[in-house]
């Protein structure tokens, strides 16, 4: 990208944040929307846009690499949701980046490594077969900070299976995720974002919370690394929680465009943070 373009781009993604501000600030919002279908699922802000003032760039470097590590106490029991978290509120200038389907040790390292390199953490959501195939990735997760949660044992769809296959997919996972990352997940996300009252209640009865998400990256359809940087870039506002795929297939572009968007968020004031629970 040519410097006039980077320059524009960030002033857009700072207008972005100053236009939303306010719904970062309103609360957890709600919506239907479903993950892997072909639309475009960036969910609306609730309300008519807020003014807020310009947004100023500061330091990221918030807490250092070393010594810190995933929060490892049992999960609490959590209410019974009728509709998955699609972003996260009251935290300031923040988003939060997810990565679903793996661990794949031909991608997932690669996206730990930039991570690393700006000192952020991110959240993945992992499939147990994968996890349990790639401990070691799972060890280096808890290591570095970032938070694992559950995305099933095999990436079903949840609506056509039984309760018993439901708790089974899940339960299992959350098995491999404790066994190896350390702690059982606080988190859980259905496949292709196809939620049922079973796994509502499921997740519920296991400690997680329902997180979806609100702007996804379409980058399990491989459309290009420009494509995926784009969409994160454009979708920026404080409490979006980003999706994107460290596996599943050649997720190759994802691991490119994280190296050009992350540098960019951060540029542009963004802080990258984990989900945190609420108490009520
Ligand atoms: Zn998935």
Redesign the pocket.
Known sequence: MKKDQSLTRRRALLAGAAAVGAAGTAGLMYSGLS??APARSAAPAAGPPARQPALKPSTYRLQPVAGYSAPHHAPARVPVRHEPFLRMSGRGNTMVLTF??GPDPRYTPHILDTLAEYDVRATF?VCGEMADWNRDLLARMSDEGHIVGN?TWS?PLLTKLTRGQIRSEMERTSDVIEDAYGARPQWF?A??GAWNRAAFQLGSEMGMEPLAWTVDTLDWDTPGTRHIVNAVEDGAAPGVVVLS?DA?GDRSQSVRALREYLPHLLDSGYHMTLPRRRTT
């Open positions: 993950d892997g679903d389907d959501f995305h990436h996300r496949p292709y795929h599943g």
